[in-house]
Nanobody, 124 residues
Framework: QVQLVESGGGLVQAGGSLRLSCAASGSVGSINDMGWYRQAPGKQRELVATIGNGGSTVYADSVKGRFTISRDNAKKTVYLQMNSLKPEDTAVYYC??????????????????WGQGTQVTVSS
């Protein structure tokens, strides 16, 4: 069993900052890509940022220069530092990890795992 647990969401005024964390636990073999996604009410889930195993990053245009994604492989954790927050950043934020796990019947397998989501609300 693999679990992703997120923390760090909350209510903040426009211009403020928040830091999200997402830690993996359970039968984790190795972790490839890590990322953050968000879903605002009435909208589809969208990519915020991803980080590869080697540290390469990709950001949505809407967050470039304001958000920074990072990872700690030893802690199996991905972070999202969010600065200069805007009301349009209000959404439920989800982490996703591509994790290799050992399945006794089939051996090592790679799959995508999601966190439960954490609410970020930015007031104007």
């Amino acid at each position: 069993q693999v679990q992703l647990v997120e923390s760090g969401g909350g209510l903040v005024q426009a211009g403020g900052s928040l830091r999200l964390s997402c830690a993996a636990s359970g039968s984790v073999g190795s972790i490839n890509d890590m990322g953050w996604y968000r879903q605002a009410p009435g909208k589809q889930r969208e990519l915020v940022a991803t980080i590869g195993n080697g540290g390469s990053t990709v950001y949505a245009d809407s967050v470039k220069g304001r958000f920074t994604i990072s990872r700690d492989n030893a802690k199996k954790t991905v972070y999202l530092q969010m600065n200069s927050l805007k009301p349009e950043d209000t959404a439920v934020y989800y982490c996703k990890m591509q994790i290799v796990v050992y399945v006794p019947s089939t051996g090592w397998r790679s799959g995508d795992y999601w966190g439960q989501g954490t609410q970020v609300t930015v007031s104007s």
